[in-house]
């Protein structure tokens, strides 16, 4: 059978399930990429995804409700909501019809099920407005087959189809007919193309709406993985060592636990000493009084100061320059950092002898589907691992710690359990972002800067996520020397690039394999690379006597760049004059096909307690899909960057982490968050951006920039302000 011609670079083949109501699935065919086009980690991303990108299902039901089955993660970055408004764009229908489902771990989705580094919305903006598109076609093919009407005579709105005499019907209507008529002569019909509408079309896509999930977060009812109600499963908490990565010799007073009020079991996982009770308050009690004998940790007797010299040791050194030559070095420390999301790592197991079920909010469910039914010995198929959504990441749920260790738990105790990790565990040995040392060198002459040399020391990441499999499957066909970086490398040149026309620029990554529980967090090494990039291009501007505005627009690469930097000086106010102590700081960043600039005014009055008062975002993502939504993600960034520039951090104290809560790891808190915050949002052009990760680094930037002028000092280590000052929970 000979496939009709593509309207786009990606085509889009329909296929029909008989239903009561219209299943749509989409099958792309594949197209010719151009390699050339391959610069960014969201490009490898939807390379490695294409085989099965188009394997999405939505269903038109007999209510008239759209479902559709999402495979990624929601975490709070509002990813329904964006994807509910392709549906009903698509559709023609209020949004409030479209309901979004996250999709069970599905293994033959390979790496199209898996949500990280801004690409979601870029990797779903056209298989889903096309699986849409599909859908509305066969519902006016039905109704054009009801009414002896041409298809192309009918239009659609407000979710039913309509005809020019006036006639109308409702999709619920037309769904069993849709499908049926469909099944029945899918051998004649084809393959069915479906177009989808242009964007200059677009009611909905491209304008502010209020997240679908909103009313049932603020009232409580919004269901998270322990208000999910599983029969017989019981609370379940473990007591973890005293160090990072340290194991189970010996429980010594087993037997006494057993024996506390509630207690149903306990059971030694290679993580610690879990306690399965009736209550999480009787968990809680037993597992804290159990007497263990612990083996050695991964890091013991390593803290901030061992890290840092480590760091400064590895990190590679400059170029020797000729004498004479003009130069800027400088130098800086980047602390530790826990993903800290509001919701602690928890999950549901239900193992039993010849199958699993596991519920877990979780960013890679496949590998998390595929390890869990490695350890149980069960082949994967008898795995089923459902996706809940979560109350945070920020990258934390790339891993599935909990779902892992409930599994275990679950089948050692021979019943159903709801594990819960502590705020303590999360903060303690829970993921975090690597600690970082940073070697920068600017040359210059006459105006111009020469060359840019940024080497980058970082404790390393963990991407045993997903990731690392998706980078080596696309890795083959990456163009240059790429393909053949390992992981880190491969993330780190492809997410990490300056902006500026500096002359011969190079940004080198060192790792240093210390086996701590890292992970990607917001803007993995661009928060940090970039932040310190952006103190330093500061610092060359006063060394060259230019505004730093005025410096930064002069040597951007394109309009589109200078646009934005524009937007945020004229919308901030740039320039204008400050009271002693405060001032105003910018910084820019560009990423994902995405890029932003952010204005901050600080209050740094007192060194020791400084406030960002004001600031100014100004976002070009290429088209934005919500931008209601995309306002929430850069204030997020921003909440992020004046946490961890100002006093978020974590304390490596002797193989642990000294932070065990909100109040001692010190992220913003209300009080904290600037009282005048506007958020510009660029207007639409070409296909969706990465948006995500996009707000930290310019912000981190553009905080310690304005740090540094208020109080007339250069930070060097970061978080500026950072004291332990709080008595740390026991060990």
Request: hydrophobic share 45%; net charge neutral; proline share 7%.
């Given at each position: 059978?000979?496939?009709?011609?593509?309207?786009?670079?990606?085509?889009?083949?329909?296929?029909?399930?008989?239903?009561?109501?219209?299943?749509?699935?989409?099958?792309?065919?594949?197209?010719?990429?151009?390699?050339?086009?391959?610069?960014?980690?969201?490009?490898?991303?939807?390379?490695?995804?294409?085989?099965?990108?188009?394997?999405?299902?939505?269903?038109?039901?007999?209510?008239?409700?759209?479902?559709?089955?999402?495979?990624?993660?929601?975490?709070?970055?509002?990813?329904?909501?964006?994807?509910?408004?392709?549906?009903?764009?698509?559709?023609?229908?209020?949004?409030?019809?479209?309901?979004?489902?996250?999709?069970?771990?599905?293994?033959?989705l390979m790496f199209s099920q898996f949500t990280g580094s801004s690409n979601s919305i870029r990797s779903l903006y056209d298989p889903v407005r096309h699986t849409a598109a599909a859908a509305r076609a066969r519902l006016v093919k039905a109704a054009a087959q009801r009414w002896g009407l041409a298809a192309g005579a009918l239009a659609t709105r407000d979710g039913a189809v309509h005809a020019p005499d006036g006639r109308s019907a409702p999709y619920a209507s037309l769904t069993t007919a849709a499908a049926t008529a469909a099944a029945?002569?899918?051998?004649?019909?084809?393959?069915?193309?479906?177009?989808?509408?242009?964007?200059?079309?677009?009611?909905?896509?491209?304008?502010?709406?209020?997240?679908i999930d909103a009313r049932a977060m603020v009232?409580?009812?919004?269901?998270?993985?322990?208000?999910?109600?599983?029969?017989?499963?019981?609370?379940?908490?473990?007591?973890?060592?005293?160090?990072?990565?340290?194991?189970?010799?010996?429980?010594?007073?087993?037997?006494?636990?057993?024996a506390m009020p509630g207690v149903l079991g306990t059971v030694v996982i290679p993580t610690g000493v879990a306690v399965v009770a009736e209550t999480f308050g009787q968990a809680l009690n037993a597992k804290n009084a159990l007497d263990v004998t612990w083996g050695p940790g991964t890091v013991d007797g390593l803290s901030d100061d061992d890290v840092r010299a480590r760091l400064r040791d590895a990190a590679a050194p400059l170029v020797e320059l000729p004498p004479l030559t003009e130069h800027l070095d400088a130098e800086f420390d980047f602390a530790f950092v826990s993903h800290a999301p509001m919701e602690t790592n928890s999950a549901v197991a239900d193992v039993r002898p010849d199958r699993a079920t596991v519920w877990s909010g979780l960013k890679a469910p496949i590998v998390a589907q595929q390890t869990i039914a490695k350890e149980l010995g069960l082949p994967v198929d008898k795995v089923t691992v459902h996706v809940v959504q979560a109350g945070g990441s920020f990258g934390r749920r790339l891993f599935f710690d909990a779902a892992l260790e409930a599994a275990q738990v679950s089948k050692a105790a021979g019943r159903p359990v709801r594990l819960m990790w502590?705020?303590?565990?999360?903060?303690?040995?829970?993921?975090?972002?690597?600690?970082?040392?940073?070697?920068l060198r600017a040359t210059y002459a006459l105006g111009k800067v020469l060359t840019f040399e940024h080497r980058v020391a970082a404790v390393e990441t963990d991407f045993r996520h997903g990731l690392g499999e998706a980078l080596t499957a696309a890795a083959a066909k990456l163009p240059g020397s790429i393909g053949n970086e390992t992981f880190a490398q491969t993330l780190f040149h492809t997410t990490v690039k300056s902006p500026y026309r500096f002359g011969l620029t190079t940004q080198h990554l060192t790792e240093v394999p210390l086996r701590m529980p890292t992970a990607s967090w917001r803007s993995v090494y661009s928060a940090n690379t970039r932040g310190a990039e952006e103190i330093v291009v500061d610092e060359l501007a006063a060394r060259l006597g230019r505004d730093p505005v005025a410096f930064r627009r002069a040597f951007l690469k394109s309009a589109a760049q200078r646009a934005v930097l524009d937007k945020a000086a004229s919308e901030g106010d740039w320039g204008r004059p400050m009271p002693a102590g405060h001032a105003q700081g910018i910084g820019f960043h560009e990423e994902y096909k995405s890029r932003t600039a952010c204005l901050v005014e600080i209050d740094a009055t007192d060194p020791r307690h400084p406030r960002v008062v004001k600031a100014v975002i100004v976002a070009d993502v290429g088209?934005?899909?919500?931008?209601?939504?995309?306002?929430?993600?850069?204030?997020?960034?921003?909440?992020?960057?004046?946490?961890?520039?100002?006093?978020?951090?974590?304390?490596?104290?002797?193989?642990?982490?000294?932070e065990g809560s909100y109040s001692q790891f010190h992220y913003a808190r209300q009080r904290d968050v600037p009282p005048d915050v506007r958020v510009f949002v660029m207007p639409?052009?070409?296909?969706?951006?990465?948006?995500?990760?996009?707000?930290?680094?310019?912000?981190?930037?553009?905080?310690?920039?304005?740090?540094?002028?208020?109080?007339?000092?250069?930070?060097?280590?970061?978080?500026?302000?950072?004291?332990?000052?709080?008595?740390?929970?026991?060990?």
């Amino acid at each position: 059978m000979t496939e009709p011609a593509a309207p786009s670079r990606r085509r889009f083949l329909t296929c029909l399930i008989a239903a009561p109501t219209l299943a749509v699935a989409t099958a792309q065919a594949p197209a010719q990429a151009a390699i050339a086009d391959i610069v960014d980690l969201g490009d490898i991303l939807i390379l490695a995804g294409a085989p099965t990108a188009h394997m999405l299902v939505l269903t038109v039901g007999e209510d008239g409700t759209a479902t559709f089955r999402l495979p990624r993660e929601e975490v709070g970055q509002g990813l329904t909501t964006a994807v509910a408004m392709l549906v009903a764009e698509e559709l023609d229908m209020p949004l409030g019809q479209v309901r979004i489902e996250l999709e069970d771990a599905r293994p033959e989705l390979m790496f199209s099920q898996f949500t990280g580094s801004s690409n979601s919305i870029r990797s779903l903006y056209d298989p889903v407005r096309h699986t849409a598109a599909a859908a509305r076609a066969r519902l006016v093919k039905a109704a054009a087959q009801r009414w002896g009407l041409a298809a192309g005579a009918l239009a659609t709105r407000d979710g039913a189809v309509h005809a020019p005499d006036g006639r109308s019907a409702p999709y619920a209507s037309l769904t069993t007919a849709a499908a049926t008529a469909a099944a029945a002569t899918a051998h004649d019909l084809g393959p069915l193309t479906a177009t989808p509408k242009p964007e200059s079309a677009h009611t909905l896509v491209g304008t502010p709406a209020s997240r679908i999930d909103a009313r049932a977060m603020v009232t409580g009812r919004q269901r998270y993985t322990l208000d999910l109600d599983i029969p017989g499963a019981k609370p379940c908490m473990v007591r973890r060592p005293p160090t990072v990565g340290g194991t189970v010799r010996a429980v010594r007073n087993e037997a006494a636990v057993r024996a506390m009020p509630g207690v149903l079991g306990t059971v030694v996982i290679p993580t610690g000493v879990a306690v399965v009770a009736e209550t999480f308050g009787q968990a809680l009690n037993a597992k804290n009084a159990l007497d263990v004998t612990w083996g050695p940790g991964t890091v013991d007797g390593l803290s901030d100061d061992d890290v840092r010299a480590r760091l400064r040791d590895a990190a590679a050194p400059l170029v020797e320059l000729p004498p004479l030559t003009e130069h800027l070095d400088a130098e800086f420390d980047f602390a530790f950092v826990s993903h800290a999301p509001m919701e602690t790592n928890s999950a549901v197991a239900d193992v039993r002898p010849d199958r699993a079920t596991v519920w877990s909010g979780l960013k890679a469910p496949i590998v998390a589907q595929q390890t869990i039914a490695k350890e149980l010995g069960l082949p994967v198929d008898k795995v089923t691992v459902h996706v809940v959504q979560a109350g945070g990441s920020f990258g934390r749920r790339l891993f599935f710690d909990a779902a892992l260790e409930a599994a275990q738990v679950s089948k050692a105790a021979g019943r159903p359990v709801r594990l819960m990790w502590s705020r303590v565990d999360d903060m303690r040995h829970g993921r975090m972002r690597p600690a970082t040392h940073h070697r920068l060198r600017a040359t210059y002459a006459l105006g111009k800067v020469l060359t840019f040399e940024h080497r980058v020391a970082a404790v390393e990441t963990d991407f045993r996520h997903g990731l690392g499999e998706a980078l080596t499957a696309a890795a083959a066909k990456l163009p240059g020397s790429i393909g053949n970086e390992t992981f880190a490398q491969t993330l780190f040149h492809t997410t990490v690039k300056s902006p500026y026309r500096f002359g011969l620029t190079t940004q080198h990554l060192t790792e240093v394999p210390l086996r701590m529980p890292t992970a990607s967090w917001r803007s993995v090494y661009s928060a940090n690379t970039r932040g310190a990039e952006e103190i330093v291009v500061d610092e060359l501007a006063a060394r060259l006597g230019r505004d730093p505005v005025a410096f930064r627009r002069a040597f951007l690469k394109s309009a589109a760049q200078r646009a934005v930097l524009d937007k945020a000086a004229s919308e901030g106010d740039w320039g204008r004059p400050m009271p002693a102590g405060h001032a105003q700081g910018i910084g820019f960043h560009e990423e994902y096909k995405s890029r932003t600039a952010c204005l901050v005014e600080i209050d740094a009055t007192d060194p020791r307690h400084p406030r960002v008062v004001k600031a100014v975002i100004v976002a070009d993502v290429g088209r934005a899909v919500n931008p209601r939504g995309l306002e929430a993600q850069l204030l997020g960034g921003l909440t992020d960057a004046i946490s961890t520039t100002l006093r978020a951090g974590l304390h490596l104290d002797k193989g642990l982490p000294l932070e065990g809560s909100y109040s001692q790891f010190h992220y913003a808190r209300q009080r904290d968050v600037p009282p005048d915050v506007r958020v510009f949002v660029m207007p639409p052009t070409g296909e969706p951006g990465g948006a995500g990760e996009l707000g930290v680094p310019a912000a981190v930037g553009a905080i310690a920039n304005a740090y540094a002028r208020a109080t007339g000092t250069r930070p060097r280590r970061f978080p500026v302000n950072f004291d332990v000052d709080f008595t740390p929970f026991p060990r």
